[in-house]
């Protein structure tokens, strides 16, 4: 039986936002997404750096990564992936729980490409932001995470 609630660092992600687990990892939708499609997998394990996973997890986020990108990639049509991992505080990461973000990328939905990781990044200090002080939110609500996790969870399996 799935838990209600899967831990992500300090916070807990309802299970309805939630479209693929197994038994070390699962993925889920993103609260803040910097272009549609933009998920997350991360270990069930509550690991703070990439030094300290194990190799099954190692191996668990990047097979579950390629396989839910190659999937995200063809369901919003779009012509590549960007995989973006933060590994610390300093580089970026506002949750300190190892978490892949994967993002079907398109031709032209940024005007310089690397723009992108400056949009994770900010996105990811807001995150932080409104996780530990409610501000006036911009957040997508449960009900549009669930919907979009219910459409991913037809096609990834």
Not at 135 to 142: P, T
Request: hydrophobic share 35%.
């Amino acid at each position: 039986m799935a838990p209600e609630y899967y831990d992500f660092g300090p916070y807990k992600i309802h299970h309805s936002s939630v479209f693929y687990t197994n038994d070390l990892c699962f993925a889920f939708v993103n609260l803040r997404p910097a272009v549609p499609g933009h998920v997350l997998i991360c270990p069930k394990r509550e690991v703070k750096r990439v030094a300290d996973l194990t190799a099954e997890e190692i191996t668990d986020l990047w097979m579950i990564s390629q396989k839910v990108g190659r999937q995200l990639e063809s369901y919003h049509k779009a012509s590549s992936l960007t995989f973006c991992i933060q590994d610390g505080p300093q580089a970026g990461q506002s949750v300190p729980h190892v978490h892949i973000h994967i993002l079907p990328r398109m031709s032209r939905d940024y005007e310089n490409n690397d723009d992108i990781y400056e949009d994770i990044n900010k996105k990811e200090k807001e995150l932080k932001e409104k996780l530990e002080v409610d501000k006036e939110r911009k957040d997508r609500s449960l009900e549009e995470m669930a919907l979009e996790a219910d459409e991913y969870r037809k096609f990834i399996i």
